[in-house]
């Protein structure tokens, strides 16, 4: 009350100074712009470690999974799996995808984001271990519980993003998604060094993932209570988008089907056709890995350049020529020299880049988080359930044709419907209706 009284007693001293600030107003000034700088602090603190947990989320969504193509020729000897049966081994997870990503959205809404990702984590690390179990049962009960988990993931992180780095939601879908593919390469290569290791064989290859997995669900124990905290504050109520009834986001759902397709599909079958053509298994395991990695520039660089225009069909055209030209190349080379590797290094960028610019679109085609959400969920519904179909369909073209060729036709082919629809996604449009906006998004036509 003192300090209150001297403020008002030194403005009144100052009146006869007009234009000049009164003593009590440069303090208060000073502590406005001190609290500012506390509350910018805190919040740059919290939205550096929202993206280290983002991070190490994205390190679990496709690792458990990328880990087993190496070692699928061991699993289906091990087993006696048919061709068909070991490519199970991945339609079941995008099955388990494709069934949880339209419940993730209303997951999201009743407990929160934060805690069902976390969740999301503790399914895997479940997975992981029952899937590394010495029963052969398990191995697919395993695969579901994985999938359950990686599908929470991949619907929430693109809204978590859209949400806290709305202005710089490419850059982030940058760095989430280069983390994603980074450690995904990393489980190609391991695997077959860590099968080869005593003690672990392909069930340990496997099994080690739960470490990642762990850390994951530890370090984003911080956000649940952010979360919590959050979720006590009363928000108004946004209308929710209707994507269902829009052709644009069937547009980018297809596409998100298509390229998964591209990905699944290598990640479980380009070992063996390697091996197939001669190339040792650990080699092959380390050329699935390169084929992952050297897209890592182009999954950052993509969503970045994507989102500084409001199209991005230029784009997409040249990302979709670079898959063309991949599969064509093995399609018509039939060995494993240098070419092989320039095929697969194509295969590699254009499949990362098509990745993370179906990522951005969640973003781009949407104007608020809410929306984010249901567009990721239902991209995530219908994508993964076209992308279920790749890997056990190639295994059976595989197993009726004796050979590769026909199954790289199919590929080609997928690539080509993938670009079509691919190049519609990158319009300049919204899936949402005009009336339903946030006050702080950009505003724009809406072409549902």
């Not at 880990?67 to 995008?94: F, H, N, Q």
């Not at 271990?129 to 029963?135: D, E, G, Q, S, T």
């Not at 005593?198 to 762990?214: E, Y």
Request: hydrophobic fraction near 50%; aromatic fraction near 8%.
């Amino acid at each position: 009350m003192k300090n209150t009284s001297n403020r008002e007693n030194n403005a009144m001293l100052d009146l006869d100074r007009p234009g000049v600030p009164s003593e009590s107003e440069r303090e208060l000034a000073l502590e406005q712009a001190q609290e500012r700088e506390r509350a910018e602090k805190a919040k740059r603190g919290r939205l550096l470690w929202l993206a280290v947990g983002i991070v190490l989320i994205a390190a679990n969504l496709r690792g458990a999974l990328t880990a087993v193509g190496p070692v699928v020729g061991r699993i289906k000897d091990d087993l006696a799996l048919s061709g068909a049966g070991a490519g199970m081994l991945t339609t079941l997870g995008l099955l388990a995808f494709a069934v949880i990503s339209p419940a993730a959205p209303k997951l999201s809404r009743r407990y929160g984001a934060e805690n069902t990702l976390l969740v999301g984590m503790a399914l895997i690390t479940v997975g992981v271990i029952v899937r590394a179990a010495p029963y052969s049962a398990l191995l697919f009960a395993g695969t579901v519980l994985i999938g359950i988990g990686i599908g929470l993931g991949n619907v929430l992180v693109p809204a978590l993003i859209k949400r806290d780095f709305a202005n710089r939601a490419g850059l982030m879908t940058g760095i989430y998604s280069v983390a994603l593919t980074l450690v995904a390469g990393i489980a190609s290569g391991v695997s077959i060094p860590i099968a080869d290791a005593p003690g672990f064989g392909w069930r340990g290859a496997l099994g080690v993932w739960g470490l990642a997995s762990t850390l994951a669900m530890i370090a984003w124990l911080p956000q649940v209570s952010r979360g919590r905290r959050e979720r006590g504050v009363s928000r108004p109520v946004v209308a929710s988008a209707r994507p269902w009834r829009s052709p644009l986001a069937w547009q980018v759902s297809l596409f998100m089907g298509f390229q998964s397709i591209i990905f699944y599909v290598n990640v479980t079958w380009l070992p063996e056709l390697l091996q197939d053509r001669g190339m040792s298994p650990g080699t092959a395991g380390w050329m699935l890995s390169l084929m992952q990695i050297i897209g890592l520039p182009a999954n950052f660089l993509a969503p970045v350049l994507a989102a500084r225009r409001p199209s991005q069909r230029g784009i997409m055209a040249i990302v979709m020529t670079m898959l063309l030209v991949g599969y064509g190349g093995l399609l018509l080379d039939a060995g494993t020299g240098p070419l092989t590797v320039a095929w697969v290094l194509l295969i590699g960028v254009g499949a990362g880049a098509s990745f993370s610019l179906c990522l951005v679109f969640f973003s781009l085609r949407t104007r608020t988080a809410s929306e984010a959400t249901e567009l990721s969920g239902m991209a995530q519904f219908v994508g993964y359930l076209v992308a279920a179909v790749g890997p056990a369909f190639i295994g059976f073209i595989h197993d009726r044709s004796g050979g590769w060729q026909t199954p790289l036709v199919v590929m080609v082919v997928v690539v080509a419907l993938a670009a079509l629809f691919g190049l519609g996604s990158s319009r300049a449009a919204y899936v949402s209706s005009a009336s339903v906006s946030a006050p702080n998004d950009s505003t724009g036509a809406d072409t549902k």
